[in-house]
């Protein structure tokens, strides 16, 4: 009979809670349970964590195997739960001494082949361990830097379930190939791809959240321009009317141009929503400007205010926050 726990964090819309990751091993036929109010893609980690363990050249233990999430009442959700059930069950099979295990929350999916690949959310999770109390995070490497953002944490980055092992056994850490840049989410790189960093399948309808305007490379239209200087200098919200063509959406897509930076709190909240929706840009862990998102004239209410089925995607609204939401209905 073995026993071992470690920590991982579920997201409930754009916050995390911290969820124990308990194995238990006795004798019996083998089987393995994991209970916890898993959804569907955590339930299938079962499969994911079991051929990661073998094909990292570890010893799948041929016994009654119970995985439980704690607390039982609060729904898990994702992939993300992987690395910390892979090695809950390694501690509970004494491969890894279980005490180690105890004080680290571990973030990330696992390949087949035993590869630690990124999933969403990874600073609102970190951020929920910082304030739990942990000091040990362990997430998939290409996600270290984007951690490394919560002060006060120690972050490691992992290629692999095989370096993870080595450095918790104090074995030599084997050399693995670095994770092709720029592919943190397949699904979601594909939309970014769209245009403009176009955004569709995340909440059921099109629209647009991107930046790079200047509101110093527009040449005349004066009394506009006062009109979009005094509302980003007060915090006010701004009507644009005028025929198509008049430079509404000139104007409005340049209005983060002259908007404060944001300060460190503001970054942290920002770029935690933007990790939730899988949107933040590859090498840029941080943002520090204020977003904009013009939602198209056809986005359902999803597509706006969030939702989806499943965990909860930010909308628009979320996506805008500390900046600029530009509702344009000249189309309708």
Same mark, same amino acid.
């Given at each position: ?22 194995? &238990? ?184 959240? &991107? ?5 110093? &490379? ?45 300060? #460190? ?18 090498? #840029? ?48």
């Amino acid at each position: 009979m073995g026993f071992a726990r470690t920590c991982s964090v579920t997201l409930v819309g754009v916050e995390g809670v911290v969820v124990e990751v308990q194995a &238990d091993l006795e004798p019996g036929v083998a089987a393995f349970t994991l209970v916890g109010l898993p959804d569907k893609s955590l339930t299938e980690s079962r499969d994911r964590v079991r051929a990661a363990v073998v094909n990292s050249g570890g010893e799948w233990p041929q016994k009654k195997l119970t995985v439980g999430l704690s607390p039982a009442s609060v729904p898990k959700a994702g992939s993300g739960f992987d690395l910390a059930v892979a090695c809950a069950v390694l501690g509970a099979s004494e491969r890894i001494d279980p005490r180690v295990l105890s004080d680290i929350v571990m973030i990330g999916e696992l390949g087949l082949d035993g590869r630690v690949r990124p999933v969403r959310g990874i600073l609102p999770a970190v951020l929920a361990a910082a304030d739990a109390g942990f000091e040990q995070v362990v997430v998939p490497e290409c996600a270290a830097a984007e951690a490394a953002l919560v002060p006060g944490v120690s972050v490691l980055g992992v290629r692999s379930l095989r370096q993870l092992v080595a450095v918790l056994t104090d074995e030599p850490v084997p050399d693995e190939e670095p994770q092709e840049p720029d592919r943190p989410d397949p699904l979601m790189a594909g939309l970014r791809d769209l245009g403009g960093g176009a955004i569709t399948g995340m909440s059921g309808g099109p629209g647009r959240c &991107d930046q790079g305007h200047d509101l110093a &490379d527009v040449v005349g239209q004066h009394t506009a321009r006062t009109a979009v200087e005094v509302a980003a200098a007060g915090g006010h919200h701004l009507f644009l009317e005028g025929p198509p063509g008049a430079g509404k959406t000139m104007l409005a897509e340049r209005m983060p141009s002259i908007l404060p930076p944001l300060d #460190r709190q503001a970054s942290l909240e920002v770029t935690a929503v933007h990790s939730v929706a899988g949107l933040l840009p590859p090498g #840029r862990p941080l943002i520090d400007t204020a977003p904009y998102c013009a939602p198209h004239h056809s986005a359902t209410m999803q597509a706006l205010v969030g939702g989806g089925p499943g965990t909860a995607r930010p909308g628009a609204v979320s996506l805008s926050h500390r900046g600029v939401l530009f509702l344009d209905f000249s189309d309708c």
